[in-house]
């Protein structure tokens, strides 16, 4: 059974930094892949940046390029999210998720509040 711990959210001021963690917890496929994701009061979930274990290849949502990048460190099972210069239409929970190659994604972490102020 995997379970994903995401840690690192908070308030922060607009302008300001934040990283989120997501530890791995429990066996889990050689290759799969990683997102970090939001969800805003009253809005749809969005992608926020994903990435791929095996190869490190990465997407980021265009709102995001630039500003946030997301990084695995295999050794500590961890995925992370560094957000720089936020902005307050980044405020949302925010949380990780796993997909196996191919797949949906079917395991999540049950998320961190991120509050900019403007």
């Known amino acids: 059974q995997v379970q994903l711990v995401e840690s690192g959210g908070g308030l922060v001021q607009a302008g300001g930094s934040l990283r989120l963690s997501c530890v791995i917890f429990?066996?889990?496929?050689?290759?799969?892949?990683m997102g970090w994701f939001r969800q805003a009061p009253g809005k749809e979930r969005q992608t926020v940046a994903t990435?791929?274990?095996?190869?490190?290849?990465?997407y980021y949502t265009d709102s995001v390029k630039g500003r946030f990048t997301i990084s695995g460190d295999n050794a500590k099972n961890t995925v992370y999210l560094q957000m720089n210069s936020l902005k307050p239409e980044d405020t949302a929970v925010y949380y990780c998720?796993?997909?196996?190659?191919?797949?949906?994604?079917?395991?999540w972490g049950q998320g961190t509040q991120v509050t900019v102020s403007s």
């Open positions: 429990g066996r889990t496929f050689s290759d799969y892949t």
């Open positions: 990435i791929r274990w095996s190869s490190g290849s990465t």
């Open positions: 998720a796993r997909a196996q190659v191919g797949r949906e994604y079917d395991v």
